[in-house]
């Protein structure tokens, strides 16, 4: 299981600390991610950290604005969110799969339950 948090309701170009708590004793072997959805449209990738913290990924839109984290000893990834716009307010949920990161949703098997973010103008 996933357990998101974090999210809520900041002004552009604050910043927010996205954690996503994973239960099991089998963290360190998932590759772990981000994605959005904002209203009316599909969900999207925003961020991936492997399974051995080997590599990172970023969708365009948040490259150097976000940072995509774990901690294996305390089963959690972080998504630190500095710079927000207008643009990144959305649903965010964590999802996990374990062996290699990938930036699609359809081969992720677990997922949390979301957090929103709200960035106003």
């Known amino acids: 299981q996933l357990q998101a948090s974090g999210g809520g309701l900041v002004q552009a170009g604050g910043s927010l600390r996205l954690s996503c708590v994973a239960s099991g004793r089998t963290f360190s072997r998932y590759s772990m991610a981000w994605f959005r959805q904002a209203p009316g449209k599909e969900r999207e990738f925003v961020a991936g950290?492997?399974?051995?913290?080997?590599?990172?990924s970023y969708a365009d839109s948040v490259k150097g604005r976000f940072i995509i984290s774990r901690d294996n000893g305390e089963n959690t990834v972080y998504l630190q969110m500095d710079s927000l716009k207008p643009e990144d307010t959305a649903v965010y949920s964590c999802a996990a799969r374990q062996g290699t990161m990938f930036t699609y949703s359809r081969y992720y098997t677990s997922w949390g339950q979301g957090t929103l973010v709200t960035v106003s103008s």
């Open positions: 950290i492997s399974w051995n913290e080997g590599s990172t």
